[in-house]
């Protein structure tokens, strides 16, 4: 059995010099799974962007506790149930929510009462879409595009990170409600990847038109852009600021580009403060938002997607890692824009 833990606190990028495979202890199963603590076998291990927030020092500000170095990464997983003391969960089961990054881990509440138990033989969707478009990107998509951007038929919709676990659900949901839907990705692969397999109407690579972002943008909405769904922030959100519409909607789910700035960097370059203005002018209304917050509605979500993958109308490309050896790479390269699709590691079949 082995595990990953986090080393030490990131300043600028995560290498693999910040995270370390080790052996793990044998697990007790009796002791393990006492006062509603689950034992599992963990299957698969979702990488995600948020991840590397924790990772900093935790006087920096972020919305969910800092990873304690020594001890082991967690994240959103899908799991086996070997051991319960919680009713509802026997052994056998499949679930997912917040685990460890190794082969077994101790699920303590209040994580352990947290656990979805998966209904496989309803869904028919492959076990790693819980860490995915049925589980916290997903998610994300649906609460930020359908509640946060207000979105109408018709309306011009932008979405960076467009080919990532979120984009490309924003994208997919967009173009379903009537809209015309722009993705920006940073390669000519995941561009392609948009227009031909995701649906978009139009794509662009920003890596290739970094000179003229705000040129990119105009030649793709003429006559101004209406929602824009923000993964990313730096010069692309000083971009899109120049070419909303009056009246236009933005949703701030992530800032992807900020995140392995060092501090000295953020403030030098003030990338987000630029354009600003723009908010006052065009009365733009952009809003932050976490999933969290939005539980209550996840059953409407489930209940709106589900139908949808099973007609094909809601695809979902993932990337597929094996091993808990590849887990740290994956991770990282997440920041690199190495995946393509939904970056996921399978450990075990259940
Ligand atoms: P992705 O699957 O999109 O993976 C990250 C992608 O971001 C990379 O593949 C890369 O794609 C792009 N990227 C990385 N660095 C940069 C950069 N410097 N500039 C521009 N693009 C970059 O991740 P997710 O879909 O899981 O997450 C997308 C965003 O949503 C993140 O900002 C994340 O923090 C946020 N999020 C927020 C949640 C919330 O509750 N508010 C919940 C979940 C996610 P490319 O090749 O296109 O550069």
Known sequence: SRRVIFK???????????????????????????????????????????????MARPQ?????????????????????????SLPGLAAGDLVS?????????VIKPPFAGQLTKIRREEDGVPLSYYTGVLGMPGFTAYVGFHHICSPKAGEKVFVSAASGAVGQLVGQFARLMGCHVVGSAGSDDKVRLLKDKLGFHDAFNYKEEAADLSGALKKRFPDGIDVYFENVGGKMLEAVLANMKVHGRIAVCGLISQYNLAAGQKNAE??????LVYLVSKRIRM???????????????RAWVLPHIKD????????????LEAAPGALIGLFHGRNVGKQVVKLANP
């Not at 500000?61 to 051991?83: D, K, L, M, S």
């Not at 809003?287 to 979500?301: A, M, N, S, T």
Request: glycine share 8%; net charge negative; proline share 6%.
């Open 60 to 84: 920096e500000q972020w919305y969910t506790e800092a990873y304690v170095p020594g001890t082991t990464i967690t994240g959103f997983g899908v799991a086996q149930v070997v051991r319960s």
């Open 270 to 275: 003030e990338l987000n403060a630029r354009n």
């Open 312 to 323: 094909g109308k809601v695809v979902y490309v993932e990337d597929v890692v094996e091993g």
């Open 8 to 54: 030490d606190y990131v300043e600028g990028y995560p290498t693999e010099e910040h995270m370390e495979l080790l052996p793990a202890a044998a697990v007790d199963e009796a002791a393990a799974a006492e006062d509603g603590s689950v034992l599992v076998k963990n299957l698969c291990l979702s990488c995600d962007p948020y991840m590397r927030p924790k």
């Open 287 to 301: 809003q932050g938002f976490v999933e969290p917050d939005h539980k209550h509605l996840y059953p409407e979500y």
């Open 97 to 105: 929510g917040v685990t460890g990054w190794e082969d077994y881990s």
